[in-house]
C-alpha cells in the first residue's frame, strides 16, 4: 500500500524559506494529485496546495504568492517551499496522496513539524 | 475564520449515536463532493468518508455521511471511547478555487 514520508528541518528562521520533501512508496507517484496540508498548533487543517504528477499546480489563494510546489518523478517525490515565513507559519506540515485535485486526501504523511523561530 | 462551518465540539454517551454538521454554500458543498476525516490525538488524519457517503476499505458501518443543499453530515452510532478525536470536513470550494476543510469539531465520548 501507498505510504508517504515527509523529511525536512524542523526549524526555519523568520524570513527565510521552509523546504520539505515527501517520499512515496508503495506506489508510483504517477497518477492521481498530491497536496499539501498543514495544521498549526491546536488548531484546524489548511490547505496549501497541490501538484499532479505531469507538473500542474494549484494553490490556496493565501498562500499563493510564498508557495512553490514541484514534483521529481524519477525520485517518487514531491516538494514545498514556502517563502518569507513568519511565526505564522509555524505548524505540522503534512502531505497526503489527492484523489480528486483538493478534495479527497488518503492516505496521508506522519506529518512534520516546522517551527519558525530565531 | 472557516468557509466551512462546524459545531467545535460535540458529546455522547458510549453506544450512542452523534451527528456532526458541516454547513458551506453553493461555490463549495453544494456542488462539490464533501470528504470527512478522523484525527486522533496526535496523529494525521486519516479518511472516514469520501464523495459524500462512502467508506473506504477498513471503515466501519458506525460511520455514514449525507449531504443535503449545501450541508454535510457525519453520523456515528454504537460510539466506543475509540472514537474520541478530532473531525473535519473538506470539500472544494469553487469561488475561491481551493479546497476548504471545516474548523473541526472535537467529539468527546462521556
Known amino acids: 500500500q501507498v505510504q508517504l514520508q515527509g523529511s525536512g528541518p524542523g526549524l526555519v528562521k523568520p524570513s527565510e524559506t521552509l523546504s520539505l520533501t515527501c517520499t512515496v512508496s508503495g506506489g508510483s507517484i504517477i497518477s492521481y494529485y498530491w497536496s499539501w496540508i498543514r495544521q498549526p498548533p491546536g488548531k484546524g487543517l489548511e490547505w496549501i496546495g497541490y501538484i499532479s504528477y505531469s507538473g500542474s499546480t494549484s494553490y490556496n489563494p493565501s498562500l499563493k504568492s510564498r508557495v512553490t510546489i514541484s514534483v521529481d518523478t524519477s525520485k517518487n517525490q514531491f516538494s514545498l517551499k514556502l517563502s518569507s515565513v513568519t511565526a505564522a507559519d509555524t505548524a505540522v506540515y503534512y502531505c497526503?496522496?489527492?484523489?480528486?485535485?483538493?478534495?479527497?486526501?488518503?492516505?496521508w504523511g506522519q506529518g512534520n513539524l516546522v517551527t519558525v523561530s530565531s | 475564520q472557516s468557509v466551512l462551518t462546524q459545531p467545535p465540539s460535540v458529546s455522547a454517551a458510549p453506544g450512542q449515536k452523534v451527528t456532526i454538521s458541516c454547513s458551506g454554500s453553493s461555490s463549495n458543498i453544494g456542488n462539490n463532493y464533501v470528504s470527512w476525516y478522523q484525527q486522533l490525538p496526535r496523529t494525521a488524519p486519516k479518511l472516514l468518508i469520501y464523495?459524500?457517503?462512502k467508506r473506504p476499505s477498513g471503515i466501519p458501518d458506525r460511520f455514514s455521511g449525507s449531504t443535503s443543499g449545501t450541508s454535510a453530515t457525519l453520523g456515528i452510532t454504537g460510539l466506543q471511547t475509540g472514537d474520541e478525536a478530532d473531525y473535519y470536513c473538506?470539500?472544494?470550494?469553487?469561488?475561491?478555487?481551493?479546497?476548504?476543510f471545516g474548523g473541526g469539531t472535537k467529539l468527546t465520548v462521556l
Open positions: 473538506e470539500t472544494w470550494d469553487n469561488s475561491l478555487s481551493a479546497g476548504v
Open positions: 464523495e459524500n457517503n
Open positions: 497526503a496522496r489527492d484523489r480528486d485535485g483538493g478534495n479527497l486526501f488518503d492516505p
